[in-house]
Structure formats: structure tokens, C-alpha cells
């Protein structure tokens, strides 16, 4: 009896389902083993020589205060009116209402709850202003005023500064900015000095393996997404799967960028959300292929197979 | 050889006497997956093609992924920054990992043009897929590992989606002391038991045979199983179709047909 192999994953009874018995050729499993290490280890030599690997220095607080100290001073007072990107983030950094990004009713975003508090006043600008020998008195007056003044204080200084020329504190229009001045800019003297850079990741402990505080801090800024955006590595250059310079990043994350280009998910809210579910549900297709009709029989419709075994059909 | 009565430590055993758990789990094992299909000396005519090296390469890549990663991790995420010949292992770091996912990415694509889940093989393609997408998350976690400008950005801008779905409050990437358990360990283990598995699958298997190959193709023609009674061996062969290197196949199922009526 002579059966036409199919695309389907059950075993059956043809040809693809049974232990070969046709005709064989020598084959060195180790041997080829070896000879691949040998020649890929080769060509990994041979391009790490030629190419090397990038390594754009990372970017400290007192890189961003001494290069940017205006925007530097602004988003120190708009972590202490609570109006920064951080501020507002919602789980797992804190619980700003309606922050989340939903898919329908479904909230993932908040099933982690506040698991990495972060509370942008007191973490960015007023702890590490109190770890100073000698801390500003305006700390003081801050700790002192009620919730209300300080936001009233920091908003109005925030929105001053914005208004002002170059956003220069310099050049700030004389208002009730209470004590918040006098704070960004000890906190600017403080990372200027390069202080800021151990202090603000560990409040002050010795050892630090978390940087979650020092890269929400810089994200708030406008300096570092402007670094990032100069060596092509924002969201809408396709971010994460690019490297510094012209090697190649992540380029397998080609899919996962694209969508982020794209609409419905360029513009939606959600947008990160929408992805990273997309992603799953096309990862999950692709595992489970060889169980989807139509899908698994593109090989067959388009039959580029016959260039793998050219030889073999050629011999039939 | 003196036969003995009660097989010493390294005689051969009888399988079918096995009665211990240990015992049937050895029996089962050499039933899936017996030393001559672990350790093919021949392979079905079929597989002669460029197309077949890429998985090869893969793991060829992998293995130096880890040797350069090994070296990296020894001496700490500091070296490779002030070190020049700590910056070439880390070249040779990043370039295995990219040679890795090109041949990785390039046999993915081929087997799915191969159809090669066919017969029973659905587990060894889904293995893949999972060994594929392990992979990117180590990748992933080795770049946010830089400790440079490049992980700091790629840190910034992918708590964004791990935290939209939940998973940031416990996969922190801007946690460095995370990261080096993820990357280090848990992810290279993981990536290390799926491709074992996947390379153990295809032995079991077999290499899935050409997406037309039928019955009456030249290369099985004299070589399908007969009926019992109508078993007839050798002389049924022709032997002029037979290559040198073939007469031992470790891929016939023994009791279907003797050794060497295959060819």
C-alpha cells in the first residue's frame, strides 16, 4: 500500500510515523558535534575580534545634575507636588487610582498589589536630604507643613518652573514655593557632589543590589530618555531590541517592537498590556502548531520542503 | 566470555527480569531509547541537506554561551568594563548568543517548513519552541546584566510591560541581585533541561523523513516490512542501492526484519 505522508502530528501508520528502514548514510554524531564547536567557536573568535562589544557607560545622577540641572531641579519638584510619571505609576510602585492598564475588566496589573512601595517625596528627595551631615533646614519646614501645603508648595513651584525661561530655578517668578526650593537644590548639590548616586538606590546602607529607585528617578527626567533617543532606543525606534552604536541588539524581539508601531496598539492606553498578551497568545499558537488545521498545512500548500530533499525526491 | 549465573556489576543484564522500580525504570528507558539510537553511527538517506546543520550549530553556540558566560560570572559584572581581555569575553558573550539565535531562529523556520511534527514528533517541535522562547528570556535578563547605559535604558523601558501584566512586582529588572539569580542559574538551567530534552526527543523519534516520501520511493522500496509469514530475508535486497556505511541501522525496530533486509 503507498500513502501520501500528511502534515499531522498523530502516529499513524506511514511513513513518517514508523522507524526508518529505508536506505542509510554514515553518520558521526560526536564527530559533527566537534567540528561545530570547533567552527562556530572559530567564527565567535573571529567577529568578537572584529567587532568587539559596545559599552556605552552607564548614566549617574550626578552625570544627569551636572549636564541637565534644570531638568534635573523640575523633576525633583514634581516627585515632591506627587505629579511625576513615578508618582503616578500605580502597582507595584504604589496605588494611584486608575493608573492600571486593563484589558477589558481584567486588571493584571494590580494583582501584585504595592509589592515595591514607592513613595517619590520621601524616597527621591526628602531620605536622602536627611542623610547628610549637615541637612538643609528647609527639611524641617517641610516635615512640619501638612500634606496639602506641601503639594500646594511643590505644584506651584513645578508649574513655576516650567513657565520659566530655559526652566532655569534661576529665573523662577517669585511665588509661595514654601521650603521646596531650597530642598531641590540641596538635592541638586547633592548629586552634583555624587552622593546622591550611593545613597538614593540603598538609603544609606553599604550594600545595594536594587536600582529600582535611582532608574525610576532618571526615567522621570527628560535627560536620560533624550540619551536613549540619540542612540535610537526609545519605543518609537523600535526600543528594546536595539543596541548602543550599530550592533545588533535583540533583534528576536523584532515582533514584539513591531506591535508597539502598529495600531490599535500604538495609541491605546494599554498599549503594554495589549502586547505582552498578544505575545503570549502568538507564542502559544506557535508551540502548539502541529495541532492547528491550516495552519500546519502551509508546508505542504507551499512546498519549499522540496529544496531540503531536493536530492531525495530527486531519487525516488 | 564465562557466563555467569548472577551477573556481576557491569555484565549484561536481562531486561526482562528487571522487577525493582530502578529496573523497570532502565528497562523503559533502553526501550525508548537504546545506545544505538542515542549514539547513531548511520542516518536515513534523507538526511543529507544544509538544512540539518543549524541545530547542530545551535548547540554548538550554546556551549560557548556558557563557557563565556561561566569565565564572565567568575569574575564578577565589574570586569569586563575596566579589563580589555574582559571585554573580549564578553564580545565572544554576545556574539555566541547571536550566531545562537540566528541558528536556532533559522531551523525553527526550517522544521516548520519540514513540517517535522509529523508522526508523533508534536512534543519534540514543542519543545523547541519552549527552548526558543527560554532562550530570549535569558537573553533578555543578560542584557539588563550590562550594567551600562544599554541595560539601564532596556530596564527603564521593560518594567512597562512586565509590570502591566502583573509580573514586575516579582520579576524586578531594575533588581540587579535578581537578575543574577534568574540569569545565572534558574535561566540556564532551564534552557540546558529543554534542549537536552528536545535533542533526546529527536533521538527517540527519529528524524522526520521528507514530507512526500511514500511506499513505493526507490529509497524504501525494497525495504518495507513484510507480513511475518511472508518475511524473506536478504536475497530480497539489492544490494547495488546499498551504501557501504548502511549495513548496520540502528533506526529498524528489531523483530520487524532482520539486520541488513533493510537495504
Known amino acids: 500500500m503507498t500513502r501520501k505522508s500528511s502534515v499531522s502530528w498523530r502516529k499513524t501508520d506511514d511513513v513518517a510515523s514508523r522507524p526508518w528502514t529505508g536506505t542509510v548514510r554514515e553518520y558521526d554524531l560526536i564527530k559533527e558535534l566537534i567540528i561545530g564547536v570547533v567552527v562556530v567557536g572559530l567564527l565567535v573568535l573571529g567577529v568578537s575580534a572584529i567587532f568587539g562589544s559596545p559599552d556605552e557607560p552607564s548614566v549617574s545622577l550626578k552625570a544627569w545634575a551636572t549636564s541637565a540641572p534644570a531638568d534635573f531641579v523640575g523633576t525633583a519638584a514634581k516627585e515632591l507636588a506627587g505629579t511625576s510619571d513615578s508618582a503616578g505609576y500605580g502597582p507595584p510602585y504604589n496605588s494611584t487610582a486608575g493608573a492600571t492598564q486593563n484589558i477589558g475588566p481584567v486588571d493584571l496589573q494590580s494583582l501584585s498589589g504595592v509589592r515595591l512601595p514607592i513613595d517619590t517625596a520621601n524616597d527621591f528627595v526628602i531620605t536622602p536630604l536627611s542623610t547628610l551631615p549637615s541637612p538643609p533646614t528647609a527639611l524641617a519646614r517641610w516635615k512640619a507643613a501638612t500634606a496639602q501645603q506641601r503639594s500646594d508648595w511643590a505644584a506651584a513651584y513645578s508649574d513655576a518652573l516650567a513657565a520659566a525661561p530655559d526652566n532655569d530655578p534661576a529665573k523662577v517668578a517669585a511665588g509661595d514655593y514654601g521650603p521646596v526650593p531650597a530642598l531641590t537644590g540641596a538635592l541638586l548639590d547633592m548629586a552634583r557632589q555624587g552622593s546622591l548616586d550611593g545613597v538614593l538606590p540603598s538609603g544609606g546602607n553599604f550594600y545595594n543590589m536594587d536600582y529600582t529607585r535611582s532608574l525610576l528617578f532618571l526615567g522621570d527626567g527628560g535627560y536620560f530618555p533624550d540619551l536613549a533617543a540619540s542612540q535610537h532606543l526609545s519605543g518609537d525606534q523600535w526600543g528594546v531590541m536595539n543596541e548602543t552604536g550599530d550592533t545588533p541588539g535583540q533583534s528576536w524581539l523584532w515582533l514584539f517592537s513591531l506591535l508597539y508601531q502598529v495600531e490599535p496598539f500604538k495609541s491605546a492606553p494599554n498599549a503594554d498590556a495589549l502586547v505582552v498578551v498578544t505575545m503570549l497568545v502568538l507564542t502559544a499558537l506557535l508551540a502548539l502548531l502541529p495541532f492547528i488545521p491550516g495552519l500546519r498545512s502551509i508546508p505542504r500548500l507551499i512546498p519549499l520542503h522540496r529544496l531540503v530533499w531536493k536530492d531525495y525526491y530527486r531519487n525516488r | ?263
Not at chain 2, 528487571?18 to 531509547?33: D, P, Q, S, V
Not at chain 2, 545506545?35 to 545551535?58: H, I, R, T
Not at chain 2, 523556520?109 to 528570556?137: D, E, H, N, P, Q
Not at chain 2, 524504501?220 to 557501504?244: G, I, N, Q, T, Y
Open chain 2, 1 to 263: 566470555m564465562t557466563a555467569q549465573a548472577t551477573p556481576g556489576q557491569g555484565a549484561p543484564v536481562d531486561e526482562a527480569d528487571a522487577h525493582t522500580l530502578t529496573g523497570r525504570a532502565r528497562r523503559w528507558l533502553l526501550r525508548k531509547l537504546p545506545p544505538d539510537k542515542l549514539l547513531p553511527e548511520d542516518q536515513p538517506s534523507y538526511v543529507m541537506s544544509w538544512a540539518y546543520v543549524f541545530g547542530m550549530g545551535a548547540i554548538a553556540s550554546l556551549l560557548w554561551i556558557i563557557i563565556s558566560g561561566i569565565v564572565l560570572g567568575l569574575n564578577g559584572p565589574q570586569w569586563y568594563h575596566v579589563s580589555s581581555l574582559g571585554s573580549f569575553v564578553n564580545s565572544t558573550h554576545l556574539w555566541s548568543v547571536e550566531l545562537f539565535f540566528i541558528f536556532m531562529v533559522v531551523h525553527l523556520w526550517l522544521k516548520f517548513w519540514m513540517a517535522a511534527w509529523r508522526g508523533g514528533r508534536a512534543l519534540t517541535w514543542i519543545t523547541g519552541v519552549i527552548s526558543f522562547v527560554v532562550s530570549i528570556v535569558a537573553a533578555f535578563t543578560g542584557y539588563l546584566l550590562q550594567t551600562n547605559f544599554d541595560s539601564q535604558w532596556i530596564a527603564f523601558e521593560a518594567k512597562d510591560a512586565l509590570n502591566a501584566v502583573g509580573v514586575g512586582a516579582w520579576f524586578n529588572v531594575a533588581n540587579l541581585g535578581q537578575l543574577f539569580t534568574w540569569h545565572v542559574t534558574l535561566l540556564p538551567l532551564a534552557v540546558g533541561a529543554v534542549v537536552v530534552l528536545h535533542v533526546l526527543l529527536v533521538r527517540v523519534h527519529g528524524v522526520a523523513p521528507p514530507l512526500e516520501a511514500a511506499e513505493s520511493d526507490a529509497q524504501l522500496l525494497h525495504s518495507r516490512p513484510e507480513p511475518a509469514e511472508a518475511a524473506e530475508p536478504a536475497e530480497a535486497a539489492e544490494p547495488a542501492e546499498v551504501p557501504a556505511s548502511a549495513e548496520s541501522s540502528g533506526t529498524q525496530p528489531s523483530g520487524i526484519e532482520p539486520r541488513g533486509a533493510a537495504q
